[in-house]
C-alpha cells in the first residue's frame, strides 16, 4: 500500500505561544500523518495562510486606528486653541471697539454746570446756551450726571460732531454775558484729566504746608 505524500504548503509564522502558532503546530502534525488525505492537508494550510493574512490585516487596520486617532486628538486640540486664540481676540475687539465708542463720544461732547435742575419748560426753553454762543447744531443726546443733590447736577452735552464741541469750548467765556449767571461750559475730559484739574483746584484754594483734603464731588 501506498503512503500518501506528505503536503510541502509553506505557511505563514506566527509569533510564538500565539493561538496561531499553536493551530499551525497541529497542522503540522496533520501534515506528518499518513492517514490524513492530502485534500484535507491542504485545505488545513490555505485556511491556516487565511487566518495569518486576516490576522496581519487586522494588526495593520489597528496600528493605522491608533495613528488616526492621535492625529485627531492632536487636530482637535489645534481647534481648541484656535477657538480659544478666537474668542479672545473677539473679546479685545469688543473691548477696543467699546472704548473706541465712548472715546469718540467723548470728543464730542461739553459739560455744563450751574443750570438750575427746572420742571417748567417755560423757563428752560430760556437757557439756549448753545444758541448764545452761536453754535449751530442740534445736540445728539442731552443728559444730567449723578443723583440729585442739594446743587444742580452737571448737563452732558453730545453733540454731532467734534468741530461743533471745538466752536462751544472756545466760545465758553460768552456765557459771562448769559442771562443766567453762574453757568460755565468746558469739554468732556477724561478721569485722568478730571483728577489733574481736581487736584489743581485743591492746591490752589490750601495754605501752604497743608493736608489736602478728600472730595467726594463728581466730574465727568
Excluded: W
Excluded at 493551530?23 to 485534500?39: M, R, T, Y
Excluded at 467699546?98 to 435742575?117: K, N, Q, W
Excluded at 442739594?150 to 454775558?177: D, E, G, T, W, Y
Amino acid at each position: 500500500m501506498k503512503r500518501s505524500s506528505r503536503s510541502c504548503i509553506k505557511v505563514q509564522s506566527a509569533p510564538p505561544d500565539g493561538p496561531l502558532s499553536k493551530l499551525q503546530g497541529s497542522i503540522n502534525e496533520v501534515n506528518a500523518s499518513s492517514q490524513v488525505p492530502k485534500c484535507v492537508k491542504n485545505a488545513l494550510n490555505h485556511l491556516l495562510e487565511e487566518i495569518a493574512k486576516l490576522r496581519n490585516e487586522n494588526d495593520d487596520l489597528r496600528k493605522e486606528n491608533s495613528d488616526l486617532r492621535e492625529k485627531l486628538r492632536i487636530a482637535e486640540s489645534k481647534l481648541s486653541e484656535q477657538r480659544s486664540d478666537s474668542v479672545e481676540k473677539n473679546s479685545l475687539s469688543d473691548h477696543f471697539g467699546t472704548s473706541d465708542f465712548h472715546e469718540s463720544e467723548r470728543l464730542r461732547s461739553i459739560v455744563i454746570s450751574g443750570v438750575p435742575e427746572l420742571e417748567s419748560a417755560f423757563i428752560r426753553d430760556k437757557l439756549h446756551i448753545l444758541a448764545h454762543l452761536n453754535v449751530e447744531c442740534f445736540p445728539v443726546a442731552v443728559y444730567r450726571l449723578g443723583k440729585q443733590a442739594h446743587r444742580p447736577r452737571l448737563i452732558k452735552v453730545v453733540l454731532p460732531s467734534q468741530k461743533f464741541q471745538r466752536m462751544a469750548v472756545k466760545r465758553a467765556s460768552l456765557l459771562r454775558f448769559f442771562p443766567e449767571k453762574g453757568i460755565f461750559l468746558r469739554e468732556s475730559l477724561t478721569d485722568a484729566e478730571r483728577k489733574r484739574r481736581r487736584d489743581e483746584r485743591t492746591h490752589r484754594c490750601l495754605p501752604p504746608l497743608q493736608t489736602p483734603p478728600t472730595t467726594g464731588f463728581q466730574e465727568n
